[in-house]
């Protein structure tokens, strides 16, 4: 059976128990601020168990996009390791939205893998839940006597609360579940050793296939349960494993999902998978990590320094790593594995196809530059190994290397084994702990529980046709972290408020008591489909009526932004290609963010034709047209543009200006008149393929042509008052170039009637010609003085400082004989005396230079020099 088949029998075997099948929700979690990426099939119905919203049916089914690399769910260091982690994997599922519980789920997920798959039950095992003394609960007995109904007492293992009482976080839905385990060993390898001992012990042959959990308890702040008013099913199947079972294979990895993408790897590198250890690692890392990378490149989320994208870069780096290290390859190549999988998961997933180009540009980029940072890491490394004093390598230094270039540990802890020496692994880990410390308390919340004040109230979002309302509170909770303090989160039966989502910030205003007393509200977010409000204070009376008004001024400009990024997508198609798409967009009050797909920076001709585009539709007066709830397949055929990574309901909201449409949940203005004009402040690269405009319309735009004007008459009065500015600034500035020529050749002349005058002051120490002075130079005379005495003076030491606008200057040259000889480093040198002007630098073995704003430590780092010769 293919893994194709394996899929689709899943969803229809639930189809036909009255399940809904919906689609994957992207992997990159984007209305969740709890979560970067989805990491349970469960996630995307988050808010039907905590009863924010009613689904369309209580039955659903799917076969989610899964991510786990991050938070309490990390299996990254295993993946390739083993044979059954994974950082993306599918999670077939069913759901029960307080419908059927315990009796259906285990009677289906037996009818499936035994009837339908027919996996042999007799390789089965179950799991329940022990119970939990600090929980006050008892053994899962309802659930324990439903499996014994159906398999012997003696392949029913009870649980502890690690593996059998799933919970979504801290606090939330939680509950007791059944896992259903498979052994795939060989008949004498069951006959040795009984299977029931190696659950959760991390046989690669004894592994969990299927989890059912039963959700029935909330857990609150303070730790303890209370029963959720309905109990829900969820559960979870990892489809990798799946295929590896009914397809009669050891591993996930000799599965079909896999060994295609195995097959192109050795194609490409020549290494045959089965062979070597570390070849079947490395191999198995790169088939894995390719696929988390392109599915959240198709998702929208771009490899980046920070936050998700720091993630996924992570990710791509660790596979070229493992290639670079284990497979020989110093070229790019894992973005030749992209076309493979698209077309063997293109028809499942179809935004691979769809993004296929964008896919593999970023990953071909993210190889190149990485593969530089790897040979600058090993230069670096090598500095390192020469500069120390015994053969174990401090873990701070390492921790420099992994932490600043991004060079990898345990690549670090291989070469220098190679070499003989070290690594203070300690050292390394201390240093790694504390910065995740920092970044662990840096972004810690805690959350106390809801107050309920209402119940039986569905929100209601107002804020399209006004700005301000009588509102009830309906529930708040207090919320603390390092960054905000403490703040309140709100929500209310109705509100004006727009949530942040689909790009935009969300809105700020104030809350208005009978009494006068004003609440301020400082942001607001959608969190499990409800709209959330941030507040630093709580009203005096949280049970009374209160006014809530929108901040004007800040929605208008907001809005006149979003329009903006409507105008211009549809000017870049028109004036590039409709090629372009948008890749993801940033609209706040004071300015808009704009990230589209094109190959090439745009011309300033082509800039220009842009502006003119989305000012002419500015200038056309065109009025907003509007239309909520429009089925998804009418809008499309209306021509709406849907932006990828987005997840879209049955029904949707249109906007369009003219012949611009699109689906958007967010807030616009009445007509593109309101908008005034239209600006590029600026257009760059973001990745491969993908290109970044920042622009301004309205105030911000007033603000920017007066500023402008400002800084002209300021100029024109610099310049006497000059009638033509343009002119007079080309001419001062062929002025300045002819200057600065002279000066040149000027310091030339000085510097070459100082040598003399600094060969005659050399000290010969131990064999090398030594001198460390202070001269009157700036960098460049400086190093034009240290390689014209270089070339005449053999084994020359020479440290030489200056001081210029208040900075300090060392630069360090040494004959390159010398370095050779003495293993000296004209680097680590200026590196180390940086110190005392409080500064730092660096540059090659033989020359190096360093700054710092401490001209009071010069004469202590040119007596300090001397030590080095000892």
Same mark, same amino acid.
Not at 53 to 66: A, E, G, M
Not at 70 to 86: A, I, Q, R
Not at 240 to 248: A, T
């Given at each position: 059976?293919?893994?194709?088949?394996?899929?689709?029998?899943?969803?229809?075997?639930?189809?036909?128990?009255?399940?809904?099948?919906?689609?994957? %929700?992207?992997?990159?979690? #984007?209305?969740?601020?709890?979560?970067?990426?989805?990491?349970?099939?469960?996630?995307?119905?988050?808010?039907?168990?905590?009863?924010?919203?009613?689904?369309? +049916?209580?039955?659903?089914?799917?076969?989610?996009?899964?991510?786990?690399? +991050?938070?309490?769910?990390?299996?990254?260091?295993?993946?390739?390791?083993?044979?059954?982690?994974?950082?993306?994997?599918?999670?077939?599922?069913?759901?029960?939205?307080?419908?059927?519980?315990?009796?259906?789920?285990?009677?289906?997920?037996?009818?499936?893998?035994?009837?339908?798959?027919?996996?042999?039950?007799?390789?089965?095992?179950?799991?329940?839940?022990?119970?939990?003394?600090?929980?006050?609960?008892?053994?899962?007995?309802?659930?324990?006597?439903?499996? #014994?109904?159906?398999?012997?007492?003696?392949?029913?293992?009870?649980?502890?609360?690690?593996?059998?009482?799933?919970?979504?976080?801290?606090?939330?839905?939680?509950?007791?579940?059944?896992?259903?385990?498979?052994?795939?060993?060989?008949?004498?390898?069951?006959?040795?050793?009984?299977?029931? +001992?190696?659950?959760?012990?991390?046989?690669?042959?004894?592994?969990?296939?299927?989890?059912?959990?039963?959700?029935?308890?909330?857990?609150?702040?303070?730790?303890?349960?209370?029963?959720?008013?309905?109990?829900?099913?969820?559960?979870?199947?990892?489809?990798?494993?799946?295929?590896?079972?009914?397809?009669?294979?050891?591993?996930?990895?000799?599965?079909?999902?896999?060994?295609?993408?195995? *097959?192109?790897?050795?194609?490409?590198?020549?290494?045959?998978?089965?062979?070597?250890?570390?070849?079947?690692?490395?191999?198995?890392?790169?088939?894995?990590?390719?696929?988390?990378?392109?599915?959240?490149?198709?998702?929208?989320?771009?490899?980046?320094?920070?936050?998700?994208?720091?993630?996924? *870069?992570? !990710?791509?780096?660790?596979?070229?790593?493992?290639?670079? &290290?284990?497979?020989? &390859?110093?070229?790019?190549?894992?973005?030749?594995?992209?076309?493979?999988?698209?077309?063997?998961?293109?028809?499942?997933?179809?935004?691979?196809?769809?993004?296929?180009?964008?896919?593999?540009?970023?990953?071909?980029?993210?190889?190149?530059?990485?593969?530089?940072?790897?040979?600058?890491?090993?230069?670096?490394?090598?500095?390192?190994?020469?500069?120390?004093?015994?053969?174990?390598?401090?873990?701070?230094?390492?921790?420099?290397?992994?932490?600043?270039?991004?060079?990898?540990?345990?690549?670090?802890?291989?070469?220098?084994?190679?070499?003989?020496?070290?690594?203070?692994?300690?050292?390394?880990? #201390?240093?790694?702990?504390?910065?995740?410390? *920092?970044?662990?308390?840096?972004?810690?919340?805690?959350?106390?529980?809801?107050? !309920?004040?209402?119940?039986? &109230?569905?929100?209601?979002?107002?804020?399209?046709?006004?700005?301000?309302?009588?509102?009830?509170?309906?529930?708040?909770?207090?919320?603390?972290?390092?960054?905000?303090?403490?703040?309140?989160?709100?929500?209310?039966?109705?509100?004006?408020?727009?949530?942040?989502?689909?790009?935009?910030?969300?809105?700020?205003?104030?809350?208005?008591?009978?009494?006068?007393?004003?609440?301020?509200?400082?942001?607001?977010?959608?969190?499990?489909?409800?709209?959330?409000?941030?507040?630093?204070?709580?009203?005096?009376?949280? +049970?009374?009526?209160?006014?809530?008004?929108?901040?004007?001024?800040?929605?208008?400009?907001?809005?006149?932004?979003?329009?903006?990024?409507?105008?211009?997508?549809?000017?870049?198609?028109?004036?590039?290609?409709?090629?372009?798409?948008?890749?993801?967009?940033?609209?706040?009050?004071?300015?808009?963010?704009?990230?589209?797909?094109?190959?090439?920076?745009? &011309?300033?001709?082509?800039?220009?034709?842009?502006?003119?585009?989305?000012?002419?539709?500015?200038?056309?007066?065109?009025?907003?047209?509007?239309?909520?709830?429009?089925?998804?397949?009418?809008?499309?055929?209306?021509?709406?543009?849907? /932006?990828?990574?987005?997840?879209?309901?049955?029904?949707?909201?249109?906007?369009?200006?003219?012949?611009?449409?699109?689906?958007?949940?967010?807030?616009?203005?009445?007509?593109?008149?309101?908008?005034?004009?239209?600006?590029?402040?600026?257009?760059?690269?973001?990745?491969?393929?993908?290109?970044?405009?920042?622009?301004?319309?309205?105030? %911000?735009?007033?603000?920017?042509?007066?500023?402008?004007?400002?800084?002209?008459?300021? $100029?024109?009065?610099? /310049?006497?008052?000059?009638?033509?500015?343009?002119?007079?600034?080309?001419?001062?500035?062929?002025?300045?170039?002819?200057?600065?020529?002279?000066?040149?050749?000027?310091?030339?002349?000085?510097?070459?009637?100082?040598?003399?005058?600094? $060969?005659?002051?050399?000290?010969?120490?131990?064999?090398?010609?030594?001198?460390?002075?202070?001269?009157?130079?700036?960098?460049?005379?400086?190093?034009?003085?240290?390689?014209?005495?270089?070339?005449?003076?053999?084994?020359?030491?020479?440290?030489?400082?200056?001081?210029?606008?208040?900075?300090?200057?060392?630069?360090?040259?040494?004959?390159?004989?010398?370095?050779?000889?003495?293993?000296?480093?004209?680097?680590?040198?200026?590196?180390?005396?940086?110190?005392?002007?409080?500064?730092?630098?660096?540059?090659?073995?033989?020359?190096?230079?360093?700054?710092?704003?401490?001209?009071?430590? !010069?004469?202590?780092?040119?007596?300090?020099?001397?030590?080095?010769?000892?």
């Amino acid at each position: 059976m293919t893994s194709q088949e394996v899929r689709n029998q899943f969803l229809n075997f639930f189809k036909e128990k009255n399940h809904k099948i919906v689609p994957s %929700a992207p992997m990159v979690m #984007k209305d969740d601020p709890t979560l970067m990426f989805t990491n349970a099939g469960m996630n995307q119905f988050k808010e039907y168990f905590l009863g924010n919203s009613v689904p369309k +049916s209580k039955r659903l089914t799917d076969s989610q996009k899964c991510l786990r690399v +991050s938070g309490k769910h990390n299996d990254l260091e295993e993946v390739g390791k083993d044979t059954y982690h994974h950082t993306m994997f599918e999670m077939l599922g069913n759901w029960s939205i307080g419908d059927y519980f315990k009796k259906e789920a285990i009677a289906w997920s037996w009818e499936l893998l035994t009837e339908v798959f027919k996996i042999d039950k007799d390789s089965l095992y179950v799991s329940v839940f022990e119970g939990s003394e600090g929980d006050n609960l008892p053994l899962d007995q309802e659930a324990y006597d439903l499996w #014994k109904a159906i398999v012997p007492e003696d392949r029913i293992i009870k649980g502890n609360k690690k593996d059998n009482f799933w919970e979504m976080g801290d606090q939330g839905p939680c509950g007791p579940c059944s896992e259903i385990h498979v052994d795939i060993r060989s008949k004498e390898d069951k006959e040795k050793v009984d299977g029931a +001992s190696l659950v959760n012990q991390d046989h690669p042959q004894v592994v969990e296939i299927w989890n059912l959990v039963f959700m029935q308890f909330n857990r609150k702040a303070n730790g303890s349960l209370e029963p959720l008013p309905e109990k829900h099913i969820d559960t979870g199947m990892g489809f990798e494993r799946l295929c590896m079972v009914l397809q009669g294979v050891q591993s996930n990895y000799d599965t079909d999902v896999f060994t295609p993408l195995i *097959r192109e790897v050795e194609i490409i590198t020549g290494k045959k998978y089965g062979t070597n250890e570390e070849t079947d690692i490395a191999i198995r890392v790169i088939s894995d990590h390719v696929r988390a990378v392109a599915f959240s490149i198709a998702d929208g989320q771009l490899p980046s320094n920070t936050g998700a994208g720091y993630v996924i *870069r992570r !990710i791509l780096r660790r596979a070229i790593r493992y290639g670079f &290290t284990f497979l020989d &390859t110093n070229k790019p190549f894992i973005y030749r594995l992209v076309k493979v999988m698209s077309e063997q998961m293109g028809k499942a997933f179809p935004e691979l196809k769809e993004q296929y180009q964008l896919i593999e540009n970023v990953i071909k980029e993210e190889e190149s530059s990485f593969l530089s940072t790897l040979e600058q890491g090993l230069v670096l490394l090598d500095s390192v190994i020469k500069s120390s004093k015994d053969k174990t390598i401090e873990g701070e230094k390492a921790f420099e290397l992994y932490d600043t270039f991004g060079f990898p540990i345990d690549l670090t802890a291989l070469i220098l084994e190679e070499k003989g020496y070290q690594l203070d692994t300690k050292g390394f880990e #201390k240093a790694l702990k504390a910065q995740k410390d *920092r970044s662990r308390a840096a972004s810690e919340i805690s959350k106390d529980d809801w107050n !309920i004040l209402m119940t039986d &109230t569905e929100q209601e979002f107002i804020g399209y046709d006004s700005l301000k309302t009588e509102v009830k509170l309906v529930k708040y909770r207090k919320v603390t972290s390092k960054k905000e303090g403490d703040q309140y989160q709100l929500v209310f039966n109705l509100t004006p408020f727009y949530a942040e989502g689909g790009g935009q910030v969300g809105d700020k205003g104030y809350l208005e008591a009978s009494n006068g007393d004003v609440i301020y509200i400082v942001d607001t977010k959608r969190e499990n489909n409800e709209i959330v409000h941030f507040a630093k204070s709580l009203p005096k009376d949280v +049970s009374g009526s209160f006014k809530a008004v929108v901040d004007e001024k800040q929605r208008w400009r907001t809005a006149c932004n979003h329009t903006a990024t409507h105008l211009l997508h549809q000017a870049l198609r028109e004036v590039l290609g409709t090629h372009v798409e948008q890749k993801g967009s940033a609209v706040h009050s004071k300015y808009l963010r704009f990230d589209f797909s094109h190959f090439s920076k745009l &011309t300033t001709e082509e800039l220009r034709k842009v502006e003119n585009f989305v000012n002419a539709r500015i200038d056309g007066r065109l009025p907003l047209e509007e239309s909520r709830n429009v089925p998804m397949k009418e809008a499309m055929e209306q021509g709406a543009m849907a /932006l990828f990574g987005e997840k879209y309901g049955d029904t949707v909201r249109t906007i369009r200006f003219g012949q611009s449409i699109e689906l958007c949940g967010g807030t616009h203005v009445k007509n593109t008149a309101d908008i005034w004009h239209f600006k590029i402040v600026s257009e760059g690269a973001v990745a491969a393929g993908i290109r970044r405009i920042e622009a301004i319309t309205s105030d %911000a735009v007033k603000e920017f042509y007066f500023n402008n004007n400002r800084m002209l008459f300021e $100029i024109k009065d610099m /310049l006497k008052n000059s009638q033509d500015p343009v002119k007079s600034v080309a001419s001062l500035q062929e002025e300045n170039v002819a200057l600065k020529k002279q000066v040149e050749q000027l310091l030339k002349d000085k510097a070459k009637g100082l040598k003399n005058e600094l $060969i005659a002051e050399l000290e010969d120490v131990n064999g090398i010609q030594f001198l460390s002075k202070k001269v009157d130079l700036d960098a460049g005379g400086i190093k034009d003085l240290a390689f014209e005495m270089g070339g005449q003076v053999d084994n020359l030491f020479l440290l030489l400082a200056s001081e210029k606008d208040g900075k300090a200057i060392l630069s360090c040259y040494i004959s390159k004989g010398l370095v050779a000889e003495k293993d000296l480093n004209a680097g680590t040198i200026v590196r180390e005396l940086g110190k005392y002007i409080q500064g730092g630098g660096g540059g090659q073995p033989f020359f190096a230079t360093a700054g710092g704003k401490n001209p009071a430590g !010069i004469p202590e780092a040119l007596d300090k020099v001397k030590e080095y010769l000892s």
